[in-house]
């Protein structure tokens, strides 16, 4: 068989999958960000052996993939492969005045986000933590400046008091997404670079985030 009938059949799989109307809406709600199956049985109101058949016809035509939490290690999140679907769905739009991104400590993934929300977008960007920590992360900075990112170091803050109604919340970090409980919030699965302390990890989160975010600020508009 040669590489353009195997290209052929690939398409004609993922468009297959893509046809019937539930894993579409499946599709849908992960091209904006990460979710566990729990919260897709909730959004979809589908049974668990209903929802695990549909996601594994995903999973076997390479359209999507599981991480396990770093919070709750009971808990998966399922996400969409990149470029998975290029050029094949309409991505929905969304409004706010301001985007928070948010992650336990404050001292690396979000604050990210934000100067590269900053790089691409009008809407104003800020960050916050759940359980910020004392100060910026220096491998978060040396990422930064490895990639050329304008990245002042700040003082992390506390999430309390930060989001307002007109706000889109973006969860970048799994403990966070879990304690927050933030009903319209987005949630990208981006592994803890600390865990690790490599400067790989920090640039793997680093261009993780910024995939993320020219995936997504092309999709929203001011309120």
């Known amino acids: ?24 809406q499946i599709i849908d709600l992960l091209t904006l960000g ?18 695990a058949h549909h996601l594994g016809v995903l999973d076997r035509t390479d359209l999507i993939t599981r991480s396990r939490s770093e919070g709750d290690r009971r ?4 996400r969409l492969r990149p470029s998975a679907l290029d050029g094949l769905l309409t991505a929905p739009a969304l409004t706010a005045q301001r985007v ?12 990210l ?20 920590a004392a100060a910026t992360s220096v491998k978060a900075i040396t990422a930064a400046e ?35 409980h933030h009903a319209d919030a987005l949630h990208w699965s981006v592994p ?3 865990r690790i302390g490599t400067d790989a ?8 985030i910024a995939r993320r975010v020219a995936h997504l600020s092309p999709q929203v508009s001011a309120k």
Do not use: K
């Open 100 to 111: 928070v991104f948010v992650c336990t400590g404050n001292s690396a993934r979000s604050p």
């Open 1 to 24: 068989m040669n590489t353009e009938q195997i290209s052929l059949e690939s398409r004609v799989a993922t468009h297959a999958a893509l046809a019937d109307p539930v894993r579409l």
């Open 201 to 208: 990890a920090y640039d793997a989160a680093f261009d993780e």
């Open 113 to 132: 986000a934000a100067a590269l929300w900053a790089l691409v977008s009008p809407i104003p960007a800020t960050s916050a933590g759940t359980h910020p």
């Open 75 to 78: 808990r998966s999140y399922i």
């Open 192 to 194: 803890n670079p600390g």
């Open 146 to 180: 490895r990639r050329g990112l304008p990245f002042d170091p700040h003082t992390p803050r506390d999430l309390d008091g930060v989001i307002g109604e007109s706000d889109l919340v973006v969860t970048v970090c799994d403990r966070a997404h879990e304690e927050l």
């Open 34 to 51: 990460d979710r566990s199956p729990g919260e897709l049985q909730a959004q979809l109101g589908l049974t668990s052996n209903l929802l």
